[in-house]
């Protein structure tokens, strides 16, 4: 690269300063960067990747064999409507990975915690179908019947949960608490969409306590994971 510079009055080459020759060379080496897709599009292509794996592990470990004899708003009901509610939380977790006002994030915290009280009354609601159903259906609080759903939702959760995060990362956010509970949410939201399609047990004191508190944990690993990604 010419390093001199000629003189307007006699054509003599003169030596260009260093800070200038080296700014030339960083406008020389600058490359375009390839936008982002937009929130909605990131969100529904995370959505449809997290939906995937839950339904090859799914088929990898085993579908619940009484689905044709429980009613649909015990199994299909839940798993669509939460599927919609982890939408949301990915959307919300890239729009709000940038500065916003104070307001805004109290809105969102307020969106996490009217979620997951709407999921955990879904939950509840399950009492209703009780007296229609077996006593297979009802686990309780047995950690013999309830660490394995633990297990497994936590293992569908978790990969999903790292893919979030990596879109996350990807946006740049300053809010990395709040995009955080948000990617954790919707990974957890995902993986006990599915669980309603492999645990049978249907009653309020197995469902929250092995299937809802995952989701609660994934919310703080999520904020936990989003505090420690490297700044870019």
């Given at each position: 690269m010419e390093d001199r510079i000629r003189d307007d009055r006699g054509g003599?080459?003169?030596?260009?300063?260093?800070?200038?020759?080296?700014?030339?060379?960083?406008?020389?080496?600058?490359?375009?960067?390839?936008?982002?897709?937009?929130?909605?599009?990131?969100?529904v292509m995370l959505l449809g990747l997290g939906a995937s794996f839950s339904i090859?592990?799914?088929?990898?470990?085993?579908?619940?064999?009484?689905?044709?004899?429980v009613p649909w708003?015990?199994?299909?009901?839940?798993?669509?409507?939460?599927?919609?509610?982890?939408?949301?939380?990915?959307?919300?977790?890239?729009?709000?990975?940038?500065?916003?006002?104070g307001a805004v994030k109290t809105r969102s915290w307020s969106i996490i915690f009217g979620a997951l009280a709407i999921v955990a009354l879904l939950?509840?609601?399950?009492?209703?179908?009780?007296?229609?159903?077996?006593?297979?259906?009802i686990a309780g609080f047995d950690p013999k019947k309830g660490l394995p759903c633990l297990g497994w939702e936590l293992s569908v959760s978790f990969p999903?949960?790292?893919?979030?995060?990596?879109?996350?990362?990807?946006a740049a956010t300053t809010t990395p608490?709040?995009?955080g509970a948000l990617a954790g949410f919707g990974a957890g939201l995902i993986a006990d969409s599915a669980i309603h399609l492999h645990c049978p047990a249907i009653d309020p004191a197995h469902t929250m306590t092995w299937h809802f508190l995952p989701v609660v944990l994934l919310i703080g690993v999520g904020m936990l994971g989003a505090k420690l990604l490297p700044k870019r």
């Open positions: 003599e080459l003169k030596p260009l300063p260093f800070a200038a020759s080296k700014l030339t060379d960083l406008v020389g080496e600058t490359q375009a960067v390839k936008p982002l897709n937009s929130p909605l599009k990131r969100s090859l592990i799914l088929i990898a470990t085993q579908i619940r064999g009484d689905l044709g004899n708003a015990l199994t299909y009901g839940p798993c669509l409507f939460e599927l919609l509610i982890g939408l949301l939380a990915f959307y919300l977790a890239m729009v709000w990975s940038v500065p916003a006002p939950a509840l609601s399950a009492t209703h179908f009780l007296p229609l159903v077996g006593s297979e259906l999903i949960l790292l893919l979030a995060l990596w879109f996350v990362y990807r608490l709040l995009s």
